[in-house]
């Protein structure tokens, strides 16, 4: 459990035996946890004393029932603050504040791009997130541009208009454009691309995601295809392959969200290949047992995830 849930189940417990009569003993028997450890969350201690021993850390599945017993439910989202999330965090930056293009390759599924990639979208103002799709043609980015920057038009308007209107907004500084999933784009996308590209150039950052996009757009220059060897003279300055999912990031996930059992461990890194599954088991460990305050065992891990 991160801090700033912590620290939010610390201020609702306080309102809770604030504005409720019944005493803290009464709190610990609903919640099924010591008396002393709803004494010392309330106080914002999250460190537990055992006599002549060195203090460990309250459990998560403390936390969990306390908030459970006062009302309080969380909608549990792992984050895993991993090298990959953290290189394209700081590709994102470097995109938007220096107005630059960023070419991204994934080289496989699950590598915490999307997610990361979104995150940093929803948390930072005039990043316009787009996630491509093999149906989508350059008159769906324009519409879709158009509906992001919410620029609204009277009568008919051709698309060379409606790219004057969306370069108009891009030239305002601060903005980054993401565009993910681009190697399932129909080919007309690149000639939309090269547009705002060109009319975007040094004011407005620019990103094109995706899985082998480095060698798409090589081999499109190389091969004198229609706009390649544009694109990729732009693009090619900063590239950023994502490393390929190894066990410890398993052994590291399982370390932040609370999860040490050994032989857990073990069965989940026989299993998991990519961040996408671990974030799926870690949610579920933690929905199904820590947040019902159920040991995290082999046993119950098996039982949990028995094939359906």
Not at 264 to 290: F, G, P, Q
Request: proline share 2%; aromatic share 10%; with cysteine.
């Amino acid at each position: 459990m991160k801090k700033e849930q912590k620290e939010l189940i610390t201020a609702k417990l306080k309102e809770w035996i604030k504005s409720n009569s019944s005493s803290q003993a009464q709190l610990a028997k609903k919640a099924d946890v010591s008396s002393a450890y709803i004494s010392k969350i309330a106080s914002g201690i999250y460190m537990y004393e055992n006599s002549g021993r060195e203090a460990t850390p309250i459990s998560d599945q403390v936390f969990y029932k306390i908030a459970d017993a006062i009302g309080l439910r969380f909608d549990f989202e792992p984050h895993f603050n991993s090298d990959n999330f953290q290189r394209l965090t700081t590709a994102c930056k470097f995109a938007q504040f220096n107005h630059r293009r960023v070419l991204i390759d994934s080289r496989d599924s699950g590598l915490c791009k999307t997610y990361s990639l979104e995150k940093y979208a929803s948390e930072n103002k005039n990043v316009l997130y787009i996630k491509c799709t093999s149906l989508m043609k350059g008159r769906d980015l324009i519409q879709l541009l158009l509906d992001k920057l919410n620029i609204r038009f009277e009568g008919r308007t051709t698309n060379t208009e409606k790219l004057a209107m969306i370069t108009e907004q891009l030239l305002k500084p601060g903005y980054l454009i993401i565009l993910d999933e681009f190697e399932n784009v129909a080919p007309d996308m690149f000639r939309v691309l090269k547009d705002i590209e060109d009319s975007t150039y040094q004011r407005c950052g620019l990103m094109v995601c995706g899985m082998g996009i480095t060698q798409d757009l090589e081999s499109a220059s190389k091969n004198k295809k229609k706009l390649g060897p544009q694109l990729w003279r732009r693009f090619r300055v900063n590239r950023i392959k994502l490393g390929l999912y190894k066990k410890e990031y398993t052994i590291s996930g399982c370390a932040e969200y609370g999860i040490t059992n050994g032989k857990v461990v073990t069965w989940l890194c026989e299993r998991v290949t990519d961040y996408a599954m671990l974030s799926e088991y870690v949610k579920d460990i933690h929905t199904h047992l820590i947040g019902e305050g159920k040991d995290v065992s082999l046993d119950n891990i098996e039982a949990l995830f028995q094939p359906l």
